[in-house]
Structures are given as C-alpha cells and as structure tokens.
C-alpha cells in the first residue's frame, strides 16, 4: 500500500475516493452564496497590496520583491494552518482534504454561468448574454461575442477551476489543492500587465504559470483524448505558441480543435482592442458549442476521477 509522502496515514485510494467526494459535493451544494472564504481573502488580498503596493504610480522593479513578500503573506499562513490542524486526529485531517478540494474546485458554478450565457442566447437575448459573458470574462461588455468568449471561458477554466485543482490535491491533498486555488485568484486579481501590477504583479502571475505548467498540459491531452483528437494535437503543437499565455494556450488551442471551432481572434479589453492569434479549426461556433464545452469538461472530470480510484487501488493493493 502506497501514501502520500506528506500524509503517511492518508493512501492514494483514500485520497481519490475523497476527490469523488469533493466533485459531488461541489454538484449538490455548488459555491457558498454567502460568507464565501474567497470573498474574505480578496478583501484582505486589496487591503495587503494598498500597504505593500502604494508607490505603483511608479514602478520600480523594488516592487518585486512586495509582490513576493504579498504572495508568502497571504498563501503561507492558511496553508501552514491545515497542515497543523490535519495533526490532531485522521478524521478531521479526512474532513479537511475532502473540505479543502470542494473549496477549490467550481465545476458547478463554470457550468451554471456557461448555460446562463447559452439560454440568453437560445432565447435570442443577445444583450443579456453578453452581460452574462461579462462574470466570466473581463472584457468590455458592449463588445463581447457570447459564443467565442463563453466556450474560452469555459475551457480555460476547465484547467483553472478543476483539473488544476485535483492535480495539485493528488499531489499535495488538500493542502496543496488550497495553495494552488489561493494562487490562483492572486494571478486573477495582480497579474495584469498594467502600471500598478506589472512589477508588483510579476511573483503571483510567474508562480501561477509554475503551478499550472503540468496541469494545463494534462488538462489538453484530456480535451484532445474526449474531442476530435487529431483537430487537438494539431492546433496545440502548431497554435499555442502563440498564445501569450504558456499555460492558456495549450488549454484553449487543444480544446478547439477538439470541439472543431474557431477561437481567438480580436477582443477588447479596458477600451483597447487586441488582436490574438486564431486557434482551432475554421468553422466559427454556435451557441450549440456551449453546452458541448461543458460537456467536454464535465467528462474529463470523470475520466480523471475514474483513473484516480484505479491507479488507487492498485496501489492499495
């Protein structure tokens, strides 16, 4: 029987049975809709920058080392916190891995925001679907296209919201799966290219592309393997490269050419246009590649889940 080097209690079947656990509870309660942990840790995140960050008027590269300094001081603590408490008793370190997981993972709310964005289209509510778009993406909502924009959404998050997560949980448990999900929303809220963050910004947006690089490539061999596998390989060994993001490319690039659609192309954000590469294939989406989006993400969730308990009970074995 193998363990986790970290939790010498805690064996692989244990911890994949916990992942199917998290996975339900995360489809039957979805996300807190009130006293959500993140809401607290983006208000104390704000409050951090303006002390550590108050001079991003001018930027200096001495901001590197805030931005690092903000990273220990915000993901640190919690994480250090869980491994304590997991000491005292199995039970509660079992209920805290399988607490931490559901925490970080949002399976339920990614589709719940992809459909709402699918019947403002099927009931040819364009306006309402754009501003449906808007909770998913970060462009400017009168020049959002619904379609494209949600099918993104829905891929890249795919990685960010679930595969990530369970990969860093099947490494590290739920521990590791908190870091990685607290690292994560650093990325989304410092990691712009902007004169308040660029330097500041540089220790949350690297340590992201660190913690990500694997699992984002995990995550477009699972949309390519469940797609149009060929269409996949194809537009991830010759597009992604050209995706500004190391991580987001391979995701999105293996994900359109799995579904056999078009993204990428002009979009504007915070009033200037940008013109990205195109990735996938020719044939521009509908709104009927929505649904098939999630779907492709909802059976790599159990294809991964699947795999889990297997390779877990070989290793008990």
């Known amino acids: 029987m193998f363990s986790l080097p970290v939790y010498p209690s805690l064996d692989y079947l244990t911890l994949a049975m916990l992942a199917c656990g998290a996975v339900l509870l995360d489809g039957w309660l979805g996300e807190p809709r009130r006293w959500h942990p993140l809401v607290g840790f983006g208000l104390l995140v704000t409050q951090l920058e303006k002390r550590l960050n108050p001079a991003h008027k001018q930027a200096s590269r001495g901001q590197y080392i805030y931005g690092l300094l903000g990273v220990s001081l915000v993901v640190l603590p919690p994480v250090m916190l869980c491994l304590l408490i997991m000491q005292l008793s199995i039970w509660l370190a079992l209920s805290l891995h399988l607490y931490l997981l559901y925490f970080a993972i949002g ?25 449906a778009t808007s909770y998913m993406v970060s462009r400017d909502v ?33 521990p590791g799966a908190l ?8 990325d989304a809220m410092w990691g712009y290219q902007t004169p ?20 984002a490539r995990l995550t477009a061999l699972t949309y390519a393997l469940l797609g149009q596998t ?16 190391p991580n987001a490319g ?31 294939t020719n044939i521009a989406p509908t709104k009927e590649d929505i649904p098939r989006a999630l779907q492709l993400v909802r059976n790599g969730i159990l294809i991964w889940l699947v795999l889990a308990v297997l390779l877990g009970a070989i290793a008990y074995a």
């Open 107 to 131: 399976h339920r709310s990614l589709r719940q925001h992809g459909l709402a964005v699918y019947h403002a289209l099927q009931a040819g509510q364009f306006e309402q679907a754009q501003r």
């Open 142 to 174: 009168e020049a959002i296209e619904p379609v494209s924009a949600t099918i993104e959404s829905v891929l890249e998050n795919g990685n960010d919201s679930v595969f990530g997560a369970l990969f860093w949980f099947f490494i590290f448990g739920g």
């Open 179 to 186: 870091a990685y999900r607290l690292v994560n929303t650093l």
């Open 196 to 215: 308040r963050y660029f330097y500041y910004g540089w220790a949350a947006a690297r340590l992201d592309d660190v913690l990500n690089y694997v699992p």
């Open 230 to 245: 060929r269409l996949a390989w194809q537009a991830w060994r010759q597009q992604a490269p050209l995706w500004d993001s």
């Open 250 to 280: 391979p995701v999105m690039a293996a994900g359109a050419g799995a579904l056999n659609v078009q993204l990428g192309g002009r979009a504007r954000y915070h009033g200037e246009w940008h013109d990205r590469p195109r990735l996938g």
